[in-house]
């Protein structure tokens, strides 16, 4: 099959990106790409040594996250020898940048030599016993952005793209996670409680504005895929209460210490 020319420059800006990678870390393969969600910034503390840190704006085709709590930069972490590469911060697709911008992080960490990529995200729960900091492992998604980040005919498999080896790994790491499908919405808004029970009609129960699109690019490039959400509030109207973007952050932050534990023992697994 013959590339779409939108794949070939996506790829040719995600190479562009991963040499100024090499050239401003001095590190020139890395082996684990994690991308920190809402409220998991704070994990990346636990995972192990600062090699060197780099402000996106830096790399070729990155733009800053618009976000609160997220951060944009780029960490190279030695983790007892596994070269981690961390994202603090990702380009939504309410940000009106598009599909590639999206995916410029995951595909630049592919470029870099990543073949595992770990997706966080803060996100609503469907489940009522999920209380606010709970961790989620992503089973499966519903893409509810009605965009693909393909370009042109490329048929991609999406079975077992949120590997179940290394949900495997992690639930005997902590035997009490919880596993959930992860429905992705385009966003800025949070839903409608009509679209929360539309979501639990089709059978999801974690909402959220990020993870699928990119774990759709890190299949196709041939990444191992471990998607984990933090349930940071109850989807809407769950809880009588409206939602509140800094209420979600403050979840988040409360429980990222612990999940920074959880990926670095993880981690650790794959190198
Ligand atoms: I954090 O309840 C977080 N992100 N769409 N809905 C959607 N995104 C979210 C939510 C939520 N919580």
Same mark, same amino acid.
């Not at 016993?129 to 498999?157: E, M, Y």
């Given at each position: ?23 401003? &870390?001095? !590190? ?9 969600? +809402? ?9 192990? &040594?600062?090699?060197?840190?780099? =402000?996106?704006?830096?790399?070729? @085709? %990155? ?23 961390? @994202? @603090? ?48 492992? !992503? ?8 965009? #693909? ?5 490329? %048929? ?28 992705? %919405?385009?966003?800025?808004?949070? =839903?409608?409680?009509? =679209? ?13 504005? #990020? &993870? ?7 299949? +196709? ?7 984990? +959400? ?26 990222? &210490? ?14």
């Amino acid at each position: 099959m013959t590339d779409h020319p939108s794949t070939i420059e996506a790829h040719d800006r995600a190479s562009q990106a991963a040499a100024a990678l090499i050239e401003l &870390t001095g !590190i020139r393969h890395h082996d684990v790409a994690v991308v920190l969600g +809402s409220g998991w910034v704070s994990a990346a503390e636990a995972l192990g &040594t600062t090699v060197a840190e780099v =402000e996106m704006t830096q790399l070729p @085709f %990155f733009t800053s996250p618009v976000v609160a709590g997220h951060a944009g930069r780029v960490r190279s972490i030695d983790a007892d020898g596994v070269r981690v590469l961390v @994202f @603090f911060g990702r380009t939504h697709l309410y940000e009106e940048r598009g599909v590639d911008a999206v995916t410029h992080g995951v595909r630049t960490a592919a470029a870099a030599g990543c073949r595992t990529i770990v997706l966080t995200n803060g996100c609503g729960g469907l489940d009522p016993s999920w209380q606010p900091g709970t961790p989620v492992l !992503i089973k499966d998604h519903l893409n509810l952005t009605g965009t #693909s980040p393909l370009h042109g005919a490329h %048929f991609v498999d999406l079975t077992d793209l949120y590997s179940s080896r290394l949900r495997e790994i992690c639930k005997r790491l902590d035997p009490t996670l919880a596993e959930g499908i992860y429905g992705q %919405f385009r966003g800025p808004m949070y =839903e409608t409680p009509a =679209e929360i029970a539309m979501l639990r009609a089709i059978g999801g129960n974690l909402v959220g504005m #990020s &993870t699928a699109l990119e774990a759709i690019v890190a299949r +196709s490039l041939g990444m191992e895929i471990l998607g984990i +959400s933090l349930v940071t509030n109850l989807a809407a109207g769950m809880s009588g209460q409206a939602l509140n973007h800094e209420e979600v952050l403050a979840a988040g932050t409360a429980a990222s &210490t612990a999940m920074g534990g959880l990926l670095s023992r993880v981690i650790r697994e794959l190198g």
